[in-house]
């Protein structure tokens, strides 16, 4: 079974303070790690994907197979960061389906 | 482009009746996922069609049907409705099923 697990289901950050969301996964094979991010009033959309090692609007994710994990990282928040954000696992060719973790709600303060 | 586009954006049906939700995914798209998002959860894997054949199947019962058409959209049929059915369900399409998946802004369906 795949699963995803996002402990934290809301966060508050400050403005220009280091933002982490952590994304802990449970999968057999050698999954596909994903973040998506939904802005209020906007639709779901990907931020970044595990294998294309992008940086997108300063987010990093780094996939940790002995800790299971893919925290989101960014070393200073901005206010446009405030969204809802969710981890997901693909198992790659063949179970391509997209497993979601609950979501973190990241509110900036400014 | 206007993106993965659905139809109608909210639903309001009784327990026990049918409903069908509508996608038209990206141009030159051919893989079509359904995903189910109640509230407070993440979304949850429905269907994925690719090339009009059913490719996969979430746990989900058989009052769940989908399919998709030559011109790549697709249909999600609910049968005998439950209280329980009340979410936002979600289209998502990629160019293939391996392909960065686009997703709708969803149908809200309320079931009374």
């Known amino acids: 079974a795949q699963r995803v697990t996002q402990p934290e289901k809301l966060l508050s950050v400050f403005k220009g303070a280091p933002v982490e969301l952590k994304c802990n996964y449970s999968y057999s094979g050698s999954p596909e790690l994903f973040w998506y991010v939904q802005y209020s009033r906007q639709r779901l959309q990907l931020l970044l994907r595990h294998i294309s090692r992008e940086s997108i609007k300063g987010f990093t994710a780094d996939l940790n197979k002995g800790e299971t994990s893919f925290h989101l990282k960014k070393p200073f928040a901005q206010e446009e960061d405030s969204a809802m954000y969710y981890c997901?696992?693909?198992?790659?060719?063949?179970?391509?389906?997209?497993?979601f973790g609950t979501g973190t709600r990241l509110t900036i303060i400014p | 482009d206007a993106g993965v586009t659905q139809s109608p954006t909210h639903l309001i049906k009784t327990r026990g009746q049918h409903v069908t939700l509508r996608c038209s995914p990206i141009s030159g798209h051919k893989s079509v996922s359904w995903y189910q998002q109640v509230l407070g959860q993440g979304p949850q894997f429905i269907f994925q069609y690719y090339e009009k054949e059913e490719r996969g199947r979430g746990n989900f019962p058989d009052r769940f049907s989908a399919r998709q058409f030559p011109n790549y959209s697709s249909e999600l049929n609910v049968n005998a409705l439950l209280l329980g059915d009340s979410a936002l369900y979600l289209c998502a399409s990629s160019r293939t099923p391996q392909g960065t998946t686009y997703f709708g802004p969803g149908t809200r369906l309320l079931v009374l």
């Open positions: 997901a696992l693909s198992g790659g060719f063949g179970n391509e389906k997209l497993t």
